[in-house]
């Protein structure tokens, strides 16, 4: 029988992310499995909501069911499919349970369900154990039953969306809807607290016909940000139209979003709609607002004024009906007081201003992208498997990442094929260390070293024993470790690699607990 806790977890309002890492844990301590793993369906890929036993970047990963025929064959069956030892079929976790490190598991027994909700395929529940025959004649009626808990708890996380739903006025029948339409279009990944606080002010604005202005570093993923907008808003049936102002030439900039007449210039053979018309009755997305030509400014601000366009050499104007969604790596108001951008024009499109933190600011989650560009990554060059060290983990989580996501992007598809030139044996497990990220040692953040490295200085000096000192940096590190895993006991124990017990009494005896 599962803990009753568990149990008493569907009659308790929690977080959703909370209900299901309790679930994949019991399930584990229930089998007394190396690692479970809770995935969805999000069109032809399953991607893990929740593991236990597997490494904390498997959760950035995306399964694309039709490169992983295990996945696959669970998917296809309503009952309980077994892979025992020396199955031919490879393993999508080979090298991603965590207490292996990397290393591969020649015997180890494996087992999957499939999951549906209200009739409708929702994902798959995945069990691993490194004893090859840890999974005894019952096991498969046992997991066909563990079966029904999950559906329970993943159905009772769906219920308290739509009534928060309801409660903020949404549209609930519509919103989910969305969501399953949109899975794919556009993912932004990852759990941080700044992330999820981000998500929902966007969902909330998203709602409004108000302009939005997007800030941030060049590579924290603006264009994911702006989709995200348009998909949850009303206009989400609508087109969204992407026009990158860096990228328009002064002299067509003016035609590209209002359009031209045949003969309005020279080489103008025909009447040409522009991205305003296109975009009309949708969203249009000025990607590098900053770039425009102040000519163009004074004409884009007309059409936010008063909502019509005119073409280049006509003679009438035409109503459109366009939400803007603008972004910008520049300080827009440095450049107004330096006149190279107009006031009246940023003040336009400046009434809901949202930051978007760089992804230095964002915790754990660089090891969630990690994971679902390693993954690209291994299907793109017909890896077996390809993970991260601990090492490496540790360069990723201390790095500045100037570049953002697109950085972290392109050191790991460099870091594979870098692998590649020095010998790795794809048909083998490939685990990334930090020569092959080739991170630039300038660029480390001084301060997360210290954190997360180094006891801090006022803690050394005051210490009247070794012992105060290294109880001092154990306590900080737990608690950043804490912070980092939301909470999470089971996901501390995994990153500082600690036996669970002996994680519980060591928080106790240094007062965390």
Known sequence: MFDASLLLDLTTELPRSVRQERLVSAIRVHFGCGAVG????????????????LAHETLGRRFVVAQHPRLAAILSSRSTVRFEPGSPLPDPYDGLLDSQRGLPLPVHDCMGISLYLEGQLWGALTLDAFDGAAFDDQAADKLAHSAFLAEAVVRM????????????GSRVSETLLMDEQNANDGEIIGQSAILLKLLHELDVVANSELPVLLLGETGVGK??????LHSKSPRHNAPLIHVNCAALPESLAESELFGHVKGAFSGAMSDRPGRFEAANGGTLFLDEVGELPLMVQAKLLRTLQNG????LG????????????????RQLHEQVRDGQFRADLYHRLSVYPVPIPPLRERGNDVLLLAGNFLELNRARLGFRSLRLSPAAEQALCTYDWPGNVRELEHV??????????RGAVRTEIVTLEPEHLALDATVISSAKTEQTLLPQATQVEQAVSLKIAVDGYQRQVIRQTLEACQGNWANVARRLDLDPSNLHKLAKRLGLK
């Open 38 to 53: 809770l995935l969805k369906l999000d069109g032809d890929c399953l991607c893990p909501v929740a593991v236990d036993g």
């Open 157 to 168: 996380s769906r219920l308290e969306e739509e009534i928060r739903a309801l409660r903020a």
């Open 223 to 228: 264009e994911l940000f702006a989709r995200r």
């Open 308 to 311: 019509e366009i005119q073409r």
């Open 314 to 329: 006509a003679d009438q104007p035409r109503k459109v009906d366009v939400r803007i969604i603008a972004a910008t790596n």
């Open 412 to 421: 790991i598809s460099r870091a594979a094929l870098r692998a590649v030139s």
